[in-house]
């Protein structure tokens, strides 16, 4: 009869199972108000996420605490993303998260990270497309809002730092729903004034305020711009998308004013050094001339120029003279070997060398003609060959051999019987 009673436990258990294991649970995307929120002094964060009309209860371990950007509160509105599981103990079902964003904010950071991600993957932040800030401009431009500190801070800064520029301003609008058209347009505006470096940017505030900065059209307006780009937007916690396109990013406003111009005292210290190393060279330069010009007057080419050509004329009168004795002596050889042959016998009598040489020729063919095959022949014997070759002996041959006798006269075939 109790056998088909389960116990609170196992039906916990198996509620659990069923939860734990139903995909559409492993990872659920949620948002809500926090409330009853602890963090625990391991790390852990404890809370209750509610909308108006239910509520669940979550845990947040910390190894993923960590990831949070900002401090959770009670009433804040956010994003989570988890795992639903059951807490055995109590038969609850609660989210165990491992992600959370504040709500608007945490969207806006998403949009933040993902055009981050796509630009960088295009290339637009290499920093082999980074153009060089000119040192000392002569025409500096400046998009930002035409009242506010921003502009205010870079003007002064820059007549301050280096009064011989001149600073154009661009007014657009650095903030609401039609900023990002208004930058844009101004961008390419500046762009076409022959400026040298081009300041883009606007004062500090909060994400959505410095959004404009973050938009896509910017980006790529900053980046497809000719003119170098210093990126001046909020404060120096602050990393937008065109700080990262552009060609130079500056903390503030001021300091990218601080950036495009360089200090009057610092380029004056900057002659100076110039100028003294230039006078030193010249002065290096000079002594130099000096001593070499004082080497030449007080050499021997000019005390006693002849020395010069008394030296070459022993030169030449030595190689002339071994050049005549070589003359000689050529020929006087030449001429002892054209007397060695007016005198040899074959100029004397050169028809007795012929009778020579007539008289070994005729004993060498006697000798060929003795020892000459075709003599025998004439003396009646006779030369047999087998396969073109002459055979000697008898043992050479056998029974059925075609067999060729030649005579003095001709030849004749036989067979071996």
Known sequence: ????????????????????????????????????????????????????????????????????????????????????????????????????????????????EQLKKK???????????????????????VVTAPTGAAIKDIISTIKRRWPLAEVYLFPALVQGEEAKEDIVRQIKRAD???????????????????WAFNEEIVARAIFNCKTPVISAVGHEIDFTIADFVADLRAPTPTGAAEMAVPQVSDVTKYLNQINIRLNNTINNKIDLNKRKLNDLMTS???????????????????????????????????????????????????????DNKANKYLNLVSKLETLSPLLTLQRGYTMTKVNGKVINSSKKIKKGDCIEVNFKDGKVDAEVL
């Open 300 to 354: 021997n080419v000019f005390k006693n120029p002849m020395v010069i050509y008394q030296t070459k004329e022993m030169i030449f009168d030595n190689i002339f003279e071994r050049l005549r004795h070589s003359t000689i002596n050529l020929v006087n050889l030449k001429g002892k070997e054209l007397i060695k042959i007016k005198s040899s016998y074959i100029l004397k009598s050169p028809y007795k060398l012929l």
């Open 1 to 112: 009869m109790n056998d088909k009673y389960i116990s609170v436990t196992q039906l916990t258990r198996y509620i659990k199972y069923k939860i734990d294991n139903d995909v559409n649970l492993n990872e659920v995307f949620l948002k809500g108000e926090i409330s009853n929120f602890k963090a625990h002094s391991r790390g852990h964060y404890y809370f209750t996420l509610k909308d108006e009309g239910s509520r669940i209860n979550a845990i947040m371990f910390s190894s993923a605490t960590k990831g949070v950007k900002f401090v959770p509160q009670d009433g804040m509105k956010v994003l989570v993303t988890g795992k639903i599981s059951v807490f055995e103990a109590t038969g609850q079902y609660q989210i165990y998260v491992n992600e959370m964003l504040e709500d608007g904010i945490g969207n806006l950071f998403i949009a933040y």
């Open 192 to 210: 076409s004034y022959d400026l040298d470096t081009l300041i883009v940017g606007r004062g500090g505030g909060s994400i959505e305020d410095l």
């Open 119 to 141: 630009l960088q993957e295009e290339g637009l932040f290499d920093e082999k497309f980074k153009k060089p800030i000119p040192k000392i401009p002569n025409r500096i431009g």
